[in-house]
């Protein structure tokens, strides 16, 4: 059985003496022996051990809690921690792949916008239904993707009433008591103060139907506003499903 000094153990691992003792210190990896002159060595064996505990701290546990892991006593304890570890990595995975879809989602919208400006009427097939959740809110209640999510608006109906605002945020299907349609829509941008936002939804409604033939309310959706931040004011995304 090879035994390896410290240093070159630490090396092999690829961490420091100074981690390797502090292991040594917490009982969670114990050199082999200790020569008459104080090197302390290991085994290549011992890689196993430790590899397993720079897995369990990269998962998030503390020294304490591995060194814990080490002396529960029986395999099913062991089984159960690791389980419990598994279920905490899944629920990280789940947020890393919500953050890759939510930042994959502001870099199209920035590309998007700069490559279509404002005030340019444009059509867009929705291929996939939008799931949203809506509520009713008076005027003058402040939006904000902390609340919201980054994708959230305001819809508008004909007959909607005046004295309240449908506010809508993207939600999981299940979650959702409104979808939006699939098909083509007619949209455009917009860059507005925030008192400008309810006035202007007339004067582009009326714009979409000189263009052409609509049906269902119009969108007014938030449009990265906070990431482009042009000149204080608000970018929005006006969009309306064309009439088949």
Do not use: W
Request: aromatic share 12%.
């Amino acid at each position: 059985m090879e035994e390896l000094t410290s240093g070159a153990f630490a090396k092999l691992c690829h961490i420091s003496k100074k981690t390797l003792f502090l292991y040594d210190k917490l009982d969670l990896l114990k050199p082999i022996r200790i020569g008459e002159n104080n090197y302390r060595y290991y085994t290549l064996e011992q890689a196993d051990r430790l590899s397993t505990i720079k897995l369990l701290q990269e998962l998030g546990s503390s020294l304490t809690e591995i060194s814990n892991f080490f002396n529960l006593p029986t395999l099913e304890n062991k089984a159960a921690f690791l389980a419990t570890q598994h279920l905490k990595l899944q629920q990280k995975l789940h947020t890393i792949n919500t953050m890759d879809k939510q930042l994959n989602f502001l870099i199209h919208r920035l590309h998007h916008f700069e490559k279509i400006g404002e005030n340019t009427f444009f059509t867009e097939t929705l291929t996939a239904p939008e799931y949203y959740f809506v509520t009713k809110m008076d005027p003058g209640f402040i939006l904000n993707s902390l609340d919201y999510g980054i994708q959230y608006g305001v819809l508008f109906n004909d007959n909607s009433d005046s004295n309240k605002l449908t506010v809508f945020k993207q939600v999981a299907s299940q979650n959702a008591n409104y979808i939006k349609p699939i098909g083509n829509y007619l949209c455009v941008y917009k860059v507005l103060k925030n008192e400008e936002m309810t006035t202007s939804v007339l004067n582009v409604r009326k714009q979409m139907q000189a263009i052409a033939k609509l049906e269902g309310p119009l969108y007014q959706e938030d449009y990265c506003s906070t990431i482009a931040e042009i000149d204080n004011k608000v970018v929005i995304k006006f969009s309306c499903k064309l009439s088949n």
